[in-house]
T-cell receptor, first 115, second 115 residues
Framework: DGGITQSPKYLFRKEGQNVTLSCEQN?????MYWYRQDPGQGLRLIYY???????QKGDIAEGYSVSREKKESFPLTVTSAQKNPTAFYLC??????????????FGPGTRLTVT | AQSVSQHNHHVILSEAASLELGCNYS??????LFWYVQYPGQHLQLLLK??????LVKGIKGFEAEFIKSKFSFNLRKPSVQWSDTAEYFC?????????????FGSGTRLLVRP
């Protein structure tokens, strides 16, 4: 089955701890994205990566970090510097050939709760 | 700045009623438009897209959308809704950023269809 997997589905952390969310795709897509979804606010872009070993900040990158060491993997770390980390996090991918718009495919999401 | 507005945050309909969800965007360049749907407990998935050509776009499950350039709109329609259409619907526009594109989402519309 081709698709995007995110794990875990639910994650609970204490305030002050860093936490890493996993995202893996087997669609052979070049581009990968991380979004944050909050009620009534739609999805907001955190980070994106067009190719391996390269990534760019999105609209709300503060308090987050990413890596892209492999084409199929794009983990997101929510650091203790993120002031409001409790949210639903969605990973997406697209064919992403530079300069061309393509639709994005989404994973099932990880719901992070920080107390 | 680019933005997408969905004016209806919550819509409640009875089965067989007609549906129209509004979407307006603010973007000066060539637009690519999308409607995504998030059924309860499921992945965000693509409902339909407009890249070019016929401004009336047909998607999955009987949905369609019309791109009206002069009104900066991309409203979603379905002539007769079913209980299974209960979901959250997101309009999105593909906006150019450097040498790639990003999706800008509206805040979403929650549709409840009563049997």
């Amino acid at each position: 089955d081709g698709g995007i997997t995110q794990s875990p589905k639910y994650l609970f952390r204490k305030e002050g701890q860093n936490v890493t969310l996993s995202c893996e795709q087997n669609l052979n897509h070049d581009a990968m994205y991380w979004y944050r979804q909050d009620p009534g606010q739609g999805l907001r872009l955190i980070y994106y990566s067009q190719i391996v070993n390269d990534f760019q900040k999105g609209d709300i990158a503060e308090g987050y970090s990413v890596s892209r060491e492999k084409k199929e993997s794009f983990p997101l770390t929510v650091t203790s510097a993120q002031k409001n980390p409790t949210a639903f996090y969605l990973c997406a991918s697209s064919i992403g050939r530079q300069g061309r718009p393509y639709e994005q495919y989404f994973g099932p999401g990880t719901r992070l709760t920080v107390t | 700045a680019q933005s997408v507005s969905q004016h209806n945050h919550h819509v409640i309909l009875s089965e067989a009623a007609s549906l129209e969800l509004g979407c307006n965007y603010s973007y000066g360049g060539t637009v690519n438009l999308f409607w995504y749907v998030q059924y309860p407990g499921q992945h965000l998935q693509l409902l339909l897209k407009y890249f070019s050509g016929d401004p009336l776009v047909k998607g999955i499950k009987g949905f369609e959308a019309e791109f009206i350039k002069s009104k900066f709109s991309f409203n979603l329609r379905k002539p007769s809704v079913q209980w299974s259409d209960t979901a959250e619907y997101f309009c999105a526009v593909n906006a150019r950023m450097d040498s790639s594109y990003k999706l800008i989402f509206g805040s979403g519309t929650r549709l409840l269809v009563r049997p």
